[in-house]
Each structure stands twice: as structure tokens, then as C-alpha cells.
T-cell receptor, first 110, second 114 residues
């Protein structure tokens, strides 16, 4: 599985946008970029995924660099409930598992 | 909407005992995964099943075994428990390998070995 690099932790304020970066310089053409998050004492939760184009859903937006070697998860207006560990994961379409690396622990200040 | 159901939610066992965790995937999901997450650690993949057959294997100890049944629920059996097996065990499911990559996780089963 291709490797991703994320900052260990980030901090933001409530109601402000949050940009969570992920580097994946060894990404291959068939790797999808997935984001999951894990709230305290809960199972990981799907956030968003994309291949080449930017993606939006009700939870977040995913901005993918043109060379696909990096991506950014954007929370447009953070709430206290967004405090979690965010994982950026690369997987091939149809792959059988998620491999979690070290995610980013996001702290939201009131 | 129905989610992945795990039982029991909490389990306390003594060393060398046996424990069984159960997982009921989302209806019509035929792929099940098991993950282990130790304190302060990231989830580690243990094993997965597709259509009742083992499809992939990760860092699952030989003392552990798992299977998926005809109704697609899965059980993780852990024998000769060790203190280091204390962890949160997650089950996850997906609607087959060709229906997208979104994997849905359960709330987890807390295993404490004393």
C-alpha cells in the first residue's frame, strides 16, 4: 500500500475552516484517496474519497493536487464535534482493506 | 439506517481464557473486516472475509481465528488470551469488492484481559 504523510496534530477554532493536508508522493494512477475520521471511543467513519477531481459532500471537501501527490481535506466550518483523528488512506479500487497510518489529531477550540 | 453491530460491547477476561466477538454487517454487505486498536494506537487490520471465504490476512496472531457464516455475520475467536490482547476490536463491512470502497465500521468491542 502506498504511503501517506500527515501532520501529527492540528488545532483550529470553532466555526472556522480547517485544512488538513496529506502527502502521497508515491501514489499510483489507480490509487483512490480516502479520508476517514475516528472520534474518541468510536469506530472510524468514512468522510470522503476521490481519484483526480476535487470532491464535495455534506461533511467535507477534498482538494486534490494536479499531480496527485498531495491532497487536502477541508472542513468548511469546524464544530466541536469535528474533533477527531483524521486518516488519509490510499487504496486501489476494489482493494480488500484499509491500512491505517498515523493520522492527524484535530483539536477544535471553542 | 442499519449499521454494523458488534457484541459484546465490553468484555473482561482473565489470562489464558478464551473470548469470542461477534459482528453483524450491514444488510446485503458480504465483506467483513476485523481490526484491532490498542491504547493510543492506530487500527491494525487483522483479517477479512468475502462471501464466507477468507480474503485477506493481516497481523492476526495464531491464537486468533475468525470465520464468516452463511448469514454473513462473523465471529473472532481469541484463545490463550494475553494481557497485550487488551484492545478495542472493530468490525467493518462493505457491499462487495466491486461496489465502491466505502467501508463502514461498528462501534467496537472493548476487550480487557486481566
Amino acid at each position: 500500500d502506498a504511503k501517506t504523510t500527515q501532520p501529527n496534530s492540528m488545532e483550529s477554532n470553532e466555526e472556522e475552516p480547517v485544512h488538513l493536508p496529506c502527502n502521497h508522493s508515491t501514489i499510483s494512477g489507480t490509487d483512490y484517496i480516502h479520508w476517514y475520521r475516528q472520534l474518541p471511543s468510536q469506530g472510524p467513519e468514512y468522510v470522503i474519497h476521490g481519484l483526480t477531481s476535487n470532491v464535495n459532500n455534506r461533511m467535507a471537501s477534498l482538494a486534490i493536487a494536479e499531480d496527485r501527490k498531495s491532497s487536502t481535506l477541508i472542513l468548511h466550518r469546524a464544530t466541536l464535534r469535528d474533533a477527531a483523528v483524521y486518516y488519509c488512506i490510499l487504496i486501489i479500487q476494489g482493494a480488500q482493506k484499509l491500512v491505517f497510518g498515523q493520522g492527524t489529531r484535530l483539536t477544535i477550540n471553542p | 439506517a442499519a449499521g454494523v453491530i458488534q457484541s459484546p460491547r465490553h468484555l473482561i477476561k482473565e489470562k489464558r481464557e478464551t473470548a469470542t466477538l461477534k459482528c453483524y454487517p450491514i444488510p446485503r454487505h458480504d465483506t467483513v473486516y476485523w481490526y484491532q486498536q490498542g491504547p493510543g494506537q492506530d487500527p491494525q487490520f487483522l483479517i477479512s472475509f468475502y462471501e464466507k471465504m477468507q480474503s485477506d490476512k493481516g497481523s492476526i496472531p495464531d491464537r486468533f481465528s475468525a470465520q464468516q457464516f452463511s448469514d454473513y455475520h462473523s465471529e473472532l475467536n481469541m484463545s490463550s488470551l494475553e494481557l497485550g490482547d487488551s484492545a478495542l476490536y472493530f468490525c467493518a463491512s462493505r457491499a462487495g469488492p466491486r461496489s465502491g470502497n466505502t467501508i463502514y465500521f461498528g462501534e467496537g468491542s472493548w476487550l480487557t484481559v486481566v
